[in-house]
């Protein structure tokens, strides 16, 4: 018995046409191969999914979104810890979880999971971001 979805075919498909750098599609290919995909058209699909999916969000941020932000900062920078604390207490409507990983003596990993209005979620990692201290704030939303 299949316990995983099998996906669809590509019943209402359309075929483009496009011109690429050389080196660009020759990277794509040989990582979409690496990551599995079975051919160009499902990667270069699944490419534009992930794009449609960040776009989407940052254009219309009105309405419920789930995520992740990934944030790597400097444990020793003086304050942070506190102020990073502070500021998710700030927002118990968007964050429901965090994980702490300590990636090395310095740094520090947070993998914040989210789900709220989209502008409360893009002023919590702007906020994030602008902390001394923070090295870097990836945000990742679904596309659900
Ligand atoms: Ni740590």
Redesign the pocket.
Known sequence: MTRYRVPATMAESTRISLSLPKKLLKEFDSLSAVTGQPNRSKAVSQAMREFVSSRRWDVASKGEVPGVILLTYD?HSRGVNRALTELQHDYPDVVTATM????SKH???EIIAFKGEGDRVKNLAKTLQSQKGVLEVKLVTSAV
């Open positions: 444990h702490h990983l300590h990636l740094t520090c990993l």
